[in-house]
């Protein structure tokens, strides 16, 4: 198995693979938390399907906000997939503003499911999960969550990230 401890950070050049990556078109979601350790959310273009039995979801997070360990302490977190009608919201919980995490919360309308994790009431399709796995690597947080329940999925364009810029499909 690989650790961040053996990866080689001399392979390739950081600026050439960032440049590299803003290529790739990604599915813009709000992975979102609550629970003990508070509420947390955050704009996120890595997130995969890992398996469908059971229903598992992969999610990356940048360590260098300390804010993003709320999503371990919590346990849970929630995969919200914007529509093109939330690129708004998705700027705001990019930073955009610089509002607290209150604030935030503001900008849209959120419901629970299982996990207490808030569920974002006009996502195209949301995903609540349960962390089963959670590892450092390299400069982000692997965070595996097992899904325990599913919003109802609704009609809108998709809202993609890609050369700096959101799109939509």
């Known amino acids: 198995m690989l650790t961040s401890s053996s990866l080689s950070p001399d392979l390739i050049d950081r600026v050439a693979y960032r440049e590299a990556m803003s290529h790739f078109a990604a599915a813009v979601c709000l992975v979102t938390t609550d629970g003990p350790a508070g509420l947390r959310g955050v704009t996120v273009t890595s997130v995969c399907s890992v398996s469908d039995d059971p229903a598992t979801i992969l ?4 360590q260098s906000s300390a804010a993003n360990v709320r999503f371990e302490q919590n346990g849970v977190f929630a995969v919200n997939v914007l529509a093109d009608r939330n690129e708004a919201l998705a700027r705001v919980f990019a930073g955009e503003g610089n509002l607290d995490v209150e604030g935030r919360f503001a900008a849209g309308r959120w419901h629970r499911l299982e996990s207490g994790a808030p569920i ?3 996502a195209l399709v949301s995903f609540d999960c ?18 325990v329940a599913l919003a109802e999925p609704k009609a809108g364009g998709s809202l993609v990230y890609r050369a700096r810029s959101y799109h939509v499909v």
């Open 120 to 122: 974002l009431d006009d």
């Open 130 to 147: 349960r962390i089963i796995d959670s590892r450092p690597v390299a400069t982000h947080r692997v965070m595996i969550g097992q899904v």
């Open 59 to 62: 999610v990356c997070l940048n």
